[in-house]
């Protein structure tokens, strides 16, 4: 299994916004999507429901660290704008 460690800002922007850590330790044990960003940043993205409705919580993860790096997170309701189509 992959190791994580996460930054100070993903930690404070968890609590900025809201997000479980389970949800977030979810989403990277089994991301519906994983999308390369930039550089070494991978989005590891999954559909939830938070609060009775329907997000995506969107992990950026820098794969170059090691542990891998958890560099920020966030949720959006803008499902369609960051929803890859296979």
């Known amino acids: 299994m992959t190791q994580f460690r996460y930054s100070a800002h993903a930690f404070s922007e968890m609590v900025k916004r809201n997000i479980n850590r389970s949800d977030v330790d979810d989403v990277l044990a089994e991301p519906m999507q994983k999308i390369t960003e930039q550089n070494e940043i991978v989005c590891y ?3 939830m ?5 329907p997000y995506l919580l969107r992990i950026m993860v820098n794969e170059i660290k090691a542990p891998f790096l958890v560099v920020t997170v966030y949720k959006t309701s803008k499902i369609d704008k960051y929803w890859r189509q296979p």
């Open 49 to 53: 429901h938070l609060s009775g409705k």
């Open 45 to 47: 993205q999954s559909k």
